[in-house]
């Protein structure tokens, strides 16, 4: 039995979701050690073969963002840089750091939920994952759990504003 496009891209949703549900949980990680809540995931053959959350402050890193942590695991899993047929969930668009990664990993689709308009390089603010003049573009498919993942971003940095402010009185007392 063969599926239509439409029974295809409704699989495909169903997927999507499913795996971004799971960056989700790992973007909440984040936010439980006052990282900001990021989380992605390298899927391959419908199986989770990488993972992470951001943990630039925890580990004094800058490249430890989510999608360098759960690219690094997913090149262990295969034995290989290139990660070939692999898509990458994401709860937020990758800055330029992750756009190059994921062009120089060969991956092959794209999930993310948020746009990042300050530093978003997958469409946003730039497209280093479809820049023709590279040797490898990614596909990409945005606004998979947009509400609950901006949310997400939105509470935590609304919080951390308003420590900041507590902590600047406290400094004037």
């Given at each position: 039995m063969?599926l239509?496009?439409?029974?295809i891209?409704t699989?495909?949703?169903?997927?999507?979701a499913?795996?971004?549900?799971h960056?989700y949980?790992?973007?909440?990680?984040?936010?439980?050690?006052?990282?900001?809540?990021?989380g992605?995931?390298?899927?391959?053959?419908?199986k989770?073969i990488?993972?992470?959350f951001?943990?630039?402050?925890m580990?004094?890193?800058?490249?430890?963002h989510a999608?360098v942590?759960a690219?690094?695991?997913a090149g262990?899993y295969?034995?290989n840089?290139?990660l070939?047929?692999?898509?990458?969930?994401?709860?937020?668009?990758p800055c330029p750091?992750?756009?190059?990664l994921l062009v120089h990993?060969r991956?092959k689709?794209l999930v993310?939920?948020?746009?990042d308009r300050?530093?978003?390089?997958?469409?946003?603010l730039?497209?280093?994952?479809n820049?023709?003049?590279?040797?490898?573009?990614?596909?990409v498919n945005?606004?998979?759990?947009?509400?609950e993942c901006?949310?997400?971003l939105?509470?935590?940095?609304?919080?951390?504003?308003?420590?900041?402010?507590?902590?600047?009185?406290?400094?004037e007392?």
């Amino acid at each position: 039995m063969s599926l239509t496009k439409e029974q295809i891209k409704t699989e495909q949703d169903r997927l999507d979701a499913n795996f971004m549900k799971h960056a989700y949980q790992l973007a909440q990680q984040a936010e439980s050690h006052n990282e900001i809540p990021v989380g992605a995931v390298v899927v391959a053959d419908g199986k989770v073969i990488g993972e992470g959350f951001n943990q630039s402050i925890m580990l004094n890193d800058p490249s430890a963002h989510a999608e360098v942590i759960a690219v690094r695991q997913a090149g262990k899993y295969l034995q290989n840089y290139r990660l070939l047929d692999c898509t990458l969930y994401v709860t937020l668009e990758p800055c330029p750091m992750c756009a190059g990664l994921l062009v120089h990993g060969r991956i092959k689709r794209l999930v993310y939920a948020t746009n990042d308009r300050k530093t978003g390089a997958a469409g946003s603010l730039l497209d280093l994952v479809n820049h023709q003049g590279l040797n490898h573009q990614v596909e990409v498919n945005k606004g998979v759990m947009v509400a609950e993942c901006s949310a997400l971003l939105s509470a935590f940095f609304k919080r951390r504003r308003a420590e900041r402010k507590t902590e600047k009185k406290q400094r004037e007392i």
